[in-house]
């Protein structure tokens, strides 16, 4: 599975994360570092196992919390229609 941000979204990385706005709707999402990270990996084509694997490397958690924040994330933001599978 690979995303992509849909093309409307602008995005900043920042010193907390990544902020996206959804120009369509001018609302904005705050990504935490830990989201911003699922986010980086899977746009650059990375799976939702790399993404987990990713998040165990940076962050203090265990396996399947891992995958459960990866499948969280991609189901809220492709829900939210922020990101399209590429």
Do not use: C, K
Request: glycine letters at 6%.
């Amino acid at each position: 599975m690979s995303l992509r941000l849909h093309p409307d979204l602008a995005s900043a990385d920042t010193e907390y994360g990544t902020v996206l706005l959804d120009q369509r709707a001018g609302r904005y999402w705050q990504l935490n570092p830990s989201a911003a990270l699922i986010m980086q990996v899977l746009a650059d084509g990375g799976d939702r196992d790399r993404a987990a694997d990713a998040l165990l490397e940076q962050f203090d958690v265990e396996p399947d919390a891992a995958l459960r924040d990866v499948d969280s994330l991609v189901d809220a933001l492709t829900e939210a229609g922020l990101v399209v599978e590429s």
